[in-house]
Nanobody, 116 residues
Framework: QVQFVESGGGLVQAGGSLRLSCAASGSTFSINPIAWYRQAPGKQREIVATIGRDGRPDYPDSVKGRFTISRDNAKNMLYLQMNDLKPEDTAVYYC??????????WGQGTQVTVSS
């Protein structure tokens, strides 16, 4: 019953920046941890950032120091600021709840392509 719509992807050169947005519907957005995921061709989907109900973020080592996740509960919006992008960041990026029990169907995502 919750819908996520990702936007903001594009083509950027290595070292550049992008800001991704995720618009969500539903009243449960503000009370649940939410995350950004990505999937590159031929690879498993992986988590790239999580943020708690109170705005507390967490990142894997692969993006730590380069990506910043934030949320605006009043607007049902999730953001991912991506700096110092690398070719290995090329993937389709998705947003979704962190808890598996309330995970929504994966949407179309937004494509991020980083050229060397």
């Amino acid at each position: 019953q919750v819908q996520f719509v990702e936007s903001g992807g594009g083509l950027v050169q290595a070292g550049g920046s992008l800001r991704l947005s995720c618009a969500a519907s539903g009243s449960t957005f503000s009370i649940n941890p939410i995350a950004w995921y990505r999937q590159a061709p031929g690879k498993q989907r992986e988590i790239v950032a999580t943020i708690g109900r109170d705005g507390r973020p967490d990142y894997p080592d692969s993006v730590k120091g380069r990506f910043t996740i934030s949320r605006d509960n009043a607007k049902n919006m999730l953001y991912l600021q991506m700096n110092d992008l690398k070719p290995e960041d090329t993937a389709v990026y998705y947003c979704n709840f962190w808890y598996l029990s309330i995970r929504q169907p994966w949407g179309q995502g937004t494509q991020v392509t980083v050229s060397s």
